[in-house]
Nanobody
């Protein structure tokens, strides 16, 4: 079992920046990839970005380079730096980890972009 805890969500104005982080604990060996998904009200959960244990990254094309995912394998954390935030980025952001065919989720952290 892998336990994921997110932190860093909050309220930010349009154009602002926010960083969310996720700490993994438990059976954390051989985590294949860690990533972030988000779910806005009334919408399905969607991939934001993920990063493999080797550092390969993938982003949702709609982000237009505004977000950056990073991972600290020694600390078992993954972070998402979000810049130039837009109203449409408002959502609950979930940390996700994949290990040996199993997927794990955090409880989510709310990010609200509002003026």
């Amino acid at each position: 079992q892998v336990h994921l805890v997110e932190s860093g969500g909050g309220l930010v104005q349009p154009g602002g920046s926010l960083r969310v982080s996720c700490a993994a604990s438990g059976s954390i060996f051989s985590i294949d990839y860690m990533g972030w998904y988000r779910q806005a009200p009334g919408k399905e959960r969607e991939l934001v970005a993920y990063i493999t244990s080797g550092g390969t990254t993938k982003y949702a094309t709609s982000l237009k380079g505004r977000f950056t995912i990073s991972r600290d394998n020694a600390k078992n954390t993954v972070s998402l730096q979000m810049n130039s935030l837009e109203f449409e980025d408002t959502a609950v952001y979930y940390c996700n980890a994949a290990q040996a065919g199993s997927r794990y989720w955090g409880q989510g952290t709310q990010v609200t972009v509002s003026s």
